[in-house]
């Protein structure tokens, strides 16, 4: 800013100085002080700028709100705030949840069929004293891949949308300079610690416990500029780091790019899934995300009573029990599948499309075959269908330390159960 | 004295620069904009209603029309081209989408006599190369490779929705259009067929004034669709055409009078 001030009035001073040899020196020490003044480089405050890699054959525009722009640090505190049971504001063990508590590593951050704590895959929130054993979330665990390149809401529903203009539960405020609201990806972390299906706490006991754990006042510092906690900042940490996680290293990416090659069964469960015989690309392709991230009646029931279904969103009647088609990338170990989890295995899903497919006044064009109960599939055309579904499991994900709980977390971290598949 | 001619003779220079120069910015361009609309014997449609009848006799409605239009083209009356937004634009239209059924044109267009409007139903097959788009919702119109090869890498059309079959059932269609193919008897592919076609709009001469913007109603008309020169029976061909040629040979035939335009203005102020 000062350097341009001084070249500024450098240029004005050039038409008014010719005569005067005084005037001149002065001119020239002034424009060579304002260039020499450009010639430092900045020096770097704050945090680092996370510059997103551009991923080929994704999608370039990203969901990235202004007002939080990604930064290396502010990652990295995102991480530990995933995976830190102390997010739900209590240090018990019983009492331990985070995102990383339904959001598993080694599932592609869903939640599993198998696991330990939530059976068939169905998770409920910490204890109440109206639900002593936790009460069941409404619909089953989406997984968090990918969700950078999502413009077209989040949730089953897409209920979480900039357009969405709700305000949270009276009673609660930002206290960073975001207001309580259901836009962002950055919504679902306050959401999260107040639902009693989840966390059930609230967001000052939560706000007050990460700040008094000494580890993160330098992180919070280093990611913000200040030590200060709020819950903003917490919500914004870890939408930071979920943006972060890309599932792009799997088979058929790879096909596509030219790299390798699909097994003759692969081969022809892909131009299965690309075709109007097996039709599923219309909904879960477009770009290699494999999703195209829009909300269909996929034509399950003929019975639609669930008020979290798409039609609770948009209030059009033809969205009645339509949901977001998924992506697919990890299907193979995204189990129970569905909105309700309905489906526990990827045959039952197979099976479903084929000959499962029931009519109603809702369901949508797309399921062209549904008068005849599916795409109506061979044994052999299911098997080569399924051989293409597991080319898109990312299985380096599973894994990269980059994405995983930090060891410094100790017994606050939440554990990875171990991949079951 | 001298002095007093040399003042003279900067004040005429300077009068003729900015005589000049008056000249030279003297607007010689408007602004235009395209609003998209989807039509039934007139009327806008009225979507998820059963309510409609095609030529040959089928009740139908519309779910939602996703729709490329490129090499949108000003021809003026010397015969000179303006191509809009360049060779590699590429427009979408999505009736669940109403930002776009509003195109205001970026670039300045020339004022002056335009004799016609041209486009292209579609994309040619140079420009609707696989992985062209990584972007939704136009990333979503994907055409399959084996189905379209090299050069038809989306939809040029989707357009979904029902009709009574002959057992009376309320059926879904997917009326979609791209690349089509010629099977062998063994159902290889041997040969991919071009289907996207280029249209000159009936009455669509306009008078482009300076500095004004021109709004012009762009309208799909449904029915055509289904009528001229064949008449389109969804009993005939069933809810899906992707891989039926002779059934997209037929659509692309009838989308000769599908298109047309009204002038919303004469040009109103930018």
């Known amino acids: 800013m000062m ?106 951050f869903e939640t599993s069929l198998d696991h330990p704590k939530f059976k068939d895959g ?71 610690i107040v639902a009693e299906h989840e966390m059930a706490g609230s967001i000052e006991k939560t706000v007050n416990l990460i700040g008094s754990i000494p580890m993160y006042k330098s992180m919070f510092k280093a990611a913000y500029g200040t030590e200060e906690v709020n819950i903003d900042r917490i919500s914004k940490a870890i939408a930071q780091f979920v943006r972060t996680i890309v599932a792009n290293r799997f088979k058929f990416y790879r096909y596509v790019r030219r790299e390798v090659e699909l097994t003759p069964a692969e081969f022809r469960g892909y131009e299965l899934f690309f075709s109007e015989d097996g039709d599923c690309f219309h909904c879960h392709a477009g770009s290699l995300l494999m999703t195209t991230n829009e909300y269909f009646n996929n034509a399950k029931d003929t019975v639609f009573n669930d008020p979290r279904d798409r039609f609770a969103v948009t209030g059009d009647l033809m969205n009645k029990g339509a949901y977001k088609a998924p992506s697919l990338i990890n299907c193979e170990i995204n189990g129970p599948y569905m909105h309700d989890g309905r489906f526990k295995t990827l045959d039952e899903v197979i099976d479903f499309y084929s000959e499962g497919l029931v009519y109603s006044d809702y369901v949508d064009p797309l399921m062209k075959y549904v008068k005849e109960n599916g795409v109506q599939m061979t044994e052999e055309e299911k098997a080569d269908l399924k051989a293409f579904l597991l080319t898109l499991t990312d299985h380096e994900l599973l894994t990269d330390p980059q994405y995983s709980c930090p060891d410094e977390l100790g017994d606050f971290g939440i554990q990875d159960i171990g991949n079951p598949y | 004295m001298e002095t007093r001619s040399r003042i003279t003779i900067l004040l005429i220079v300077i009068a003729i620069f900015f005589n000049c120069q008056s000249e030279n910015e003297s607007p010689s361009f408007g602004k235009l904009i395209f609003e998209f609309g989807h039509q039934i014997n007139g009327v806008d449609v009225r979507y998820d209603q059963l309510i409609y009848e095609n030529a040959a006799g089928n009740v139908y409605e519309i779910t939602n029309i996703q729709w490329f239009m490129s090499d949108i083209t000003l021809v003026n009356k010397n015969g000179n081209e303006f191509l809009l937004e360049g060779d590699d634009w590429i427009h979408y239209i999505d009736t669940d989408i109403p930002e776009t059924q509003i195109w205001e044109i970026d670039q300045d267009i020339p004022t002056g006599e335009y004799v016609s409007i041209r486009f292209t139903f579609g ?5 609707n190369i696989p992985n062209r788009f990584t972007d939704p919702p136009e990333s979503n119109m994907l055409w399959p490779y084996h189905m379209g090869g090299d050069e038809g890498g989306y939809h040029y059309m989707k357009l979904n929705g029902f009709w009574r079959s002959l057992n009376l059932e309320r059926t879904p269609f997917n009326f979609h259009i791209g690349v089509g193919q010629i099977y062998n008897d063994q159902g290889e592919v041997i040969e991919f067929v071009q289907n996207w076609f280029e249209k000159e709009i009936p009455s669509s001469s306009f008078s482009m004034p300076a500095e004004k913007t021109v709004r012009i109603a762009f309208k799909m008309n449904i029915e055509n669709w289904f009528k001229n020169p064949h008449e389109y029976d969804h009993n005939q061909y069933g809810g899906k055409i992707m891989n039926n040629q002779e059934a997209m040979g037929k659509i692309k035939d009838n989308g000769i009078d599908v298109f047309s335009v009204v002038f919303l203005n004469d040009g109103e102020n930018i």
Not at chain 1, 24 to 45: G, W
């Open chain 1, 3 to 108: 350097g341009r001030i001084f070249r500024n009035s450098g240029l004005r001073s050039q038409k008014n100085v010719f005569g005067s040899y005084w005037e001149q020196l002065l001119l020239i020490s002034v424009i060579f002080y304002s260039c020499n003044t450009e010639d430092p480089a900045p020096i770097q405050e704050g945090p680092t700028p996370f510059v997103f890699p551009e991923v080929q054959h994704f999608p370039t525009e990203l969901n990235i709100p202004e007002q939080n722009p990604m930064t290396v640090e502010g990652i990295e505190l995102g991480r530990y705030l995933f995976y830190d049971g102390r997010l739900s504001g209590r240090t018990h063990p019983d009492s331990l949840m985070s995102c990383a508590t339904c959001h598993i590593q080694s599932t592609g």
């Open chain 1, 122 to 192: 169905h998770p409920f929130g910490l204890p109440t004293e109206n639900y002593p054993e936790g009460k069941p979330t409404p619909h089953y665990t989406m997984h968090l891949i990918n969700l950078v390149y999502n413009p077209n809401g989040y949730l089953w529903n897409g209920m979480i949308h900039e357009s969405n203009d709700r305000i949270g539960p009276e009673g609660y405020d930002f206290m960073g300079d975001d207001h309580l609201n259901f836009k962002y990806l950055e919504s679902l972390v306050w959401m999260g």
């Open chain 2, 123 to 127: 994309i040619k097959g140079e420009k």
